[in-house]
């Protein structure tokens, strides 16, 4: 057997040089006579290692990471010695890749494809089980299959974590000639990159899950609103949603089954706010992306005034998951009313960032320093975001709770798509409030006074409180700041921008100069 050398092609390998390397160990191994060919995969999620090389022998799969080009000839050298039936002496050597820590402790479910090989092989994704919750769905009605979703209890992965079967259940039950899917694939969130990583990774995933949905509530229509600063993911998607519609996977009579489902990728307009289902199904329309007042919930009147379900990148992908092993099977994963599994990004001031998927239940802290280790910096961790932007700044009195849903909720944070950042005791909380505020001016709709004037006197207050400028009236301001923009706010955008500054305020209050003022 000839062995495969895989080099990601996703965006991170790629920003790290994984294209040069790739062009330069074919050259390489060419040139050696070695049997050995180069495949271009999808990345596994562990970016401090990348680029990341995989060696594929009929006996096993072993890594070496993260490789620049004056590592070529070393690690050929090792390659090698592992196809001669030598052990293997490089620095770079990580082992078998099943067996690499960061993966082996996780439960992979959503990802269990990414970075196995190329992702818009066909061939390779039958033969890993793809498109058999597609064939599952094909012989059973619509309600059968919304009923599979509802009894996994998969919730929105997005940031709301409404229940995706009842969501799916209205556009059924709503009457229309009609329907759409939209994928809400427009991650626009600090520190998340899940849904890039499945869309270049695993195309087909999402495919099969949007094309599922098609077939539970009757929609013959499926749009993909992809964040503009994603080129890759939109080759790639345009190039798998071609593939699937000559394979008959999509568009008419899908799989002979007398159904219809058509997809299409269209660009977003770099906007935070279209992240938002009722602002996205307004730029999917070719208009402003502003908030839509609810009600009318999009189920039952979203795209062009049809019936529409609006789910993100990770909710689809789970569809297609959940109707391939069973609905029971996916609920076994999670506690209370978190069921599944959750896809954890961690960034920030971290040692090893990357894509974690854990059933719910796992807390921050054994995320944070048993697949972090740690901050980037060696210094202590100070504070941890979740959630992106709105999310709350934890302190470690808070790290040992329960990623899910109600846990969160109690203390007042949210999991929200997944994103974790991570600070070390050198940030300034106080800047990080009031970037909270700011990120609120730039990239309100404008529509709503609380959200667009809030934000902007807030920053406004922020500064006079660190500036010692009537700090504890301006603190009283600023409270009742947040409680108008929390409680009269169109959107989250406005409803949760005080969240991180609440819990700055709450925990880290000496950044605001409100411990030496106290002093005095």
Not at 63 to 91: C, M, Q
Not at 179 to 205: H, W
Not at 216 to 239: C, M
Not at 489 to 509: D, I, K, N, Q
Request: proline fraction near 4%; aromatic fraction near 8%; glycine fraction near 12%.
């Amino acid at each position: 057997m000839t062995a495969q050398v895989f080099i990601p092609k996703d965006t991170t390998a790629v920003a790290l040089g994984a294209d040069g390397l790739a062009l330069k160990m074919a050259q390489n191994i060419e040139s050696r006579s070695l049997d050995a060919e180069v495949q271009r995969n999808g990345s596994r999620g562990m970016f401090w290692l990348e680029p990341m090389v995989e060696v594929k022998t009929e006996s096993s799969r072993i890594a070496f990471g993260p490789v620049n080009a004056s590592d070529i000839e070393s690690v050929l050298d090792a390659i090698d010695d592992h196809l001669a039936g030598k052990s293997i002496d490089h620095s770079l050597y990580l082992g078998e890749v099943e067996k690499i820590d960061y993966l082996a402790k996780q439960q992979r479910l959503t990802f269990k494809r990414a970075g196995v090989g190329d992702p818009i092989c066909l061939s390779q994704y039958q033969g890993l089980s793809g498109f058999k919750g597609l064939a599952k769905a094909i012989s059973m009605t619509g309600q059968e299959i919304v009923d599979e979703i509802k009894n996994s209890g998969l919730r929105g992965r997005g940031g709301a974590a409404f229940p995706a079967g009842i969501k799916w259940q209205t556009v059924l039950d709503t009457p229309g000639e009609q329907k759409y899917i939209v994928c809400n694939a427009d991650e626009g969130d600090s520190g998340t990159f899940a849904d890039r990583l499945l869309m270049e990774s695993d195309p087909y995933q999402l495919i099969e899950g949007m094309t599922i949905a098609g077939l539970a509530v009757g929609a013959n229509q499926g749009y993909i609103y992809l964040r503009s600063e994603y080129p890759f993911a939109h080759k790639i998607l345009n190039d798998a949603i071609k593939r699937a519609t000559e394979a008959g996977f999509l568009g008419s009579n899908i799989c002979e089954s007398g159904k219809d489902f058509f997809l299409e990728v269209r660009l977003g307009a770099g906007a935070y706010i279209c992240g938002e289902e009722t602002s996205l199904l307004e730029s999917l329309e070719g208009k402003r992306g502003m908030v839509r007042a609810k009600p009318p919930l999009p189920a039952i009147e979203g795209l062009f005034g049809k019936p529409t379900v609006v789910n993100n990148v990770l909710t689809l992908g789970a569809a297609a998951t959940i109707l391939e092993q069973g609905s029971d099977s996916y609920k076994d994963f999670g506690m209370g009313r978190s069921r599944g599994t959750l896809a954890v990004q961690l960034a920030g001031n971290v040692k090893q960032g990357g894509l974690i998927e854990l059933a719910f239940g796992t807390t921050l802290r054994e995320v944070v320093e048993g697949f972090g280790c740690g901050t980037h910096s060696g210094r202590p961790v100070r504070a941890i975001q979740m959630g992106g932007p709105l999310g709350a700044f934890l302190p470690e009195s808070q790290w040992d709770t329960p990623l899910d849903y109600e846990s969160f909720a109690e203390i007042k944070a949210m999991i929200g798509h997944g994103g974790i950042v991570v600070f070390d005791d050198t940030a300034d909380m106080a800047a990080q409030a009031r970037f909270a505020m700011e990120f609120c001016v730039v990239e309100s709709c404008g529509k709503c006074t609380p959200c667009r004037i809030g934000a902007t006197r807030g920053v406004e207050v922020i500064d006079r409180i660190v500036g010692d400028q009537d700090r504890d009236n301006n603190l009283i301001l600023l409270h009742e700041l947040c409680d108008t923009m929390e409680l009269g706010s169109l959107c989250a955008m406005g409803g949760m921008t005080p969240f991180p500054v609440r819990s700055a305020l709450t925990y880290f209050e000496e950044d605001f100069g409100i411990n030496s003022r106290r002093d005095h």
